[in-house]
Structure formats: C-alpha cells, structure tokens
C-alpha cells in the first residue's frame, strides 16, 4: 500500500470512504464493493459490526443477531475490493478543487502486530490487570490486553496503554512475538470520490434519568445490558440480578427511557425499545419459565411489517402490559425495587408496583461529532443532532454536502432491517454521483438532470456530461 504520510507520497486513492462499520456500514461497503467500488472502510472500533454485534437475537423473527452480522464481518474482511481500517478515526476531511475529498485519518497503535497476531488470546490469560469491558457495559471485566469480542473482526489483540503496568506478561506469554510496545500513532492522507456516513447512534446514558437511580441501584439495569445477559455470547451462563446472583422472579421494564422525554431534552421517539423490549421479554419467559414480566409503556408502536403479530404474540405467551410511564424507582430491602407509575388506563392514580429487577428501555440518542471534521463545507445537522437528510421524502440518503450520503442510525434511529435498506438506498445514490462526476454514463439516461430533479436545485459541482441515448 502506498504510504499515504503527509508530505510523503501521493495520497492512495478510493472510489468511496465509508465511515462506520456497524450494520448500515458493513451493507453499504458490500454493495459498492460488489459493484466494482474500490471502498475504504474506516471504523473507530478495534472490530467491526457496531451494535448488531452485541444483540441477542432481533424482533421481529428471534433470528440470532450474530449470525446476520457475521456473514458481513465475513464478507467485509475478505472482499477484494474493500480496504477495512479498524481502531482508525477520521480527522479531517477537506473538499478538493476537483470534486474530491482529501482525508486525514489517525491510525491508533494497538500495541500488536496485527500480520502476526493469531488472535489466540494467550497475552489476555497472562495480563494480571481487569478493568470494566465497555462491550459487556460492565457486567464482566476484561484484561489490559484483550481480544474485543469473542466473534469480533479482526480477531486480534489490542493493549489498552492506560491501564498496563508494563510487566510484560502478555509479551512473554504470545507464541507469535506479535506484541509491539513501539508502534505509534499512524497518520495517513487518502482521496476519495465520496463519502458515506454510517456512524450510528449513541445510547441514552440511563443515569440522566435521575429518578430511575441507574448506577445506583444494583438491580436497575439497562436494556443494552440485558440484551447482553440473554446474548449468545453472554457474560454469566444465566440471567441474574447484579446486587445477589438470583434469578429474578418479576421483571419490570420501563419503556421510553431517555426518549419522549422533554424532562432529559429528547422528544422523539427512539422506534426500536417497544420492539426490543418485547423481544427481550419473549426470551426471558424461556430463559425464566416462571418470572412474571411487566411492560410499562406510553403506546406500543408496533408499526414494520410482522410487529402487531410479535405484540399479540408477546401478549398471548403472558407478558403484562401496563399503559402508564414509569415516575420513578425506589430501592426496599434485599435490593428489591418499588416502581410507581401513573395508572392511565384506570382511575388516573399514582400505582406502587413491587419488583425485583428493572430493566430500563434506553432510548437512541445522535453521535454528531462527524460534522465537525468538514474543514471547508458545512455537513447540516438536524435540530436534535442527526445527520440532516437533504430531503426527507425524496432523497433521504443525501445530506447538505454533494457527494457526502448518510445510512442507518446516523440520520435517526431505525431498526436494522431499515438501516440495511437505507445503506442500499444511499449506495445507489452514491454510484449515480460518482458516475455524474467522472462523466461514465452506462446507459442512455441523462444523470445530470435525473439528479438535479432529486435535490431540488442545481449543484455547481456536477459536470455538464452530455450523454447520447442509445
Ligand atoms: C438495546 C437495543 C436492542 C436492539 N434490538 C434490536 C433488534 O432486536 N432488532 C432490530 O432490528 N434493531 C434493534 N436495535 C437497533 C439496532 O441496534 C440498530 O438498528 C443498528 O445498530 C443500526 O446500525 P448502524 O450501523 O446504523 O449503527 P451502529 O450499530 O451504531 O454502528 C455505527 C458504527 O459506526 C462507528 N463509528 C461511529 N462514529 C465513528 C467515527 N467518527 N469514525 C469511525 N467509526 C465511527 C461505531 O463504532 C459503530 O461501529 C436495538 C437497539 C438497542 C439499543
């Protein structure tokens, strides 16, 4: 590969940088890589596949999430015509005079040789030190050195310098002499003809919701953290509580957590925590045959294809739904917890309910720190912080930018299948600019003005390509 150091050699060239792997990434990088597209695909994670990584199974058909992301970890990794950077963030990216973009990217070291490292995992047994693991949300812990995720791509080590105390156990232990305390942070300069944004959504931190007393309360947990605990690759080989190791026997979940909340300042709706909570109730009654499980919700929104069926289903196996949100949690004795919420289908009172776990269905919040790496164009944002789409009804793929598209939860959430969908819709989008750009025309169409149509307006930075019908 060409060393692309400022001031070196020439910037190595891409059709198409696509930042952020998780599900709307890894869709979209496949599909340009498919059509020819030379992609780089930039991931500020050590391994790629996002949130879809860390889910149990998906509403509304229970299908293992692992295995939809695992055959695009798969194909991402061995596509020829995707460049994958993990554990590489995006610095600056600057518009050229000639329409394309020239891209800083920062490279961080891992500390070990990624050609060498087999991803044995015998440098993490070695390392004596444990901290929280940010993928388990601190339901278990993880070494100094250690390998992300069980089913993570690439599997490889990664050193966390912070917390190492420099005994040099992990470099004794590795069998492959692949840990390397002298890499350094990497700087590269790449141009590209577009850009797609696929950075996903940040979740609601639950302990804004003061009343909820999340990170006080050792059996209020978050829906994130229990979607690892019922998860294939779960911390614990059973779901428990957090203060004492039992079972739980009656299971709250209060809906709308950090979303239709002007209280913590988000008033959309965050689409996906009816749904995923009721799928996390379905696989809590097999895991806990005999656990009563109670939903607290606004109005069940159980609106995609196949979403009414998996209500009445989740209703008909026993789950309790109670309309009226929940206004806050008390801790009683043995970490037992009393939830009072108002009973809006009734009298209109304040009702006192009694459980032993809670599980706090976290909203979806924007991740807007992209926007700030445009140096010389303005990448619009949304009054809440989400990506803007240029049109909403007609052209949803394209921002403010030309050439700069958005797909997935970048722009709003969504559930999967809609990322997936988007990631298509702005791929195709992207293929149209690109063909405008470099005046190739494949059929008898007019792209110029196919495009102008779309946006509304003229773009200043689109050639004038005359094409002939054939
Ligand atoms: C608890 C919970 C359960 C859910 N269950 C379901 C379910 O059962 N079914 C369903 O359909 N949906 C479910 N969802 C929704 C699902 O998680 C999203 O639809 C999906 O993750 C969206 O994918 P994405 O690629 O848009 O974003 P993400 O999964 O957020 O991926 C974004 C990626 O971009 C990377 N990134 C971010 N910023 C940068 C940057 N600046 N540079 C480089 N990389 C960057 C991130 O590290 C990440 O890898 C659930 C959500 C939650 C919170």
Redesign the pocket.
Known sequence: MTDGTPGSSPPERYDVMV???????MEASITLGDAGFKTLL????PTIG???LL?SK??PTLDCASCISGTKTSRVSHHPNIDMRTYT??EAIRREPDGSFLVRLREKPRYVDMATCTGCGDCEKACPIIVPKENDFGLRGRKSIYIPFDTGVPKKAVLDMKNCIYCMACERACPADAIDFLQVEKVREVRVGAVLL????N?FPAEKKAAYHYGEYPNVVT??QM?RLVGPTRPYNSVMRLSDGKEPANIAYALCTGSRDLTVGNPRCSQ?CCM?SM?QAQLLMGILPTADITLYYMDIRAYGKGFEEFYQQTKAMGVKFVRGRVAKIEETSGNDLRVYHEDTEGRGVLVKSDHDLVVLS?G?LP?P??ATIFTNETLELDEMGWIKMRNETQSPSMTSIDGVFVA???SGP????D?IAEASSAVSQCIAYLTQMRGLAPSGVVPEQTRQEANGEASSLHREVPVEAK
Do not use: H, Q, W
Request: proline share 2%; glycine share 16%.
């Open positions: 930042v952020g792997a998780g599900i709307a990434g930039v991931e500020r994670e996002g949130k879809v889910l998906v509403f963030e995006v696929s950075t996903g959504f979740l829906a994130m979607d996906v995923y799928k976290i979806l991740n720190g992209i997935g939860c970048a969504k559930d999967i299948p990322s």
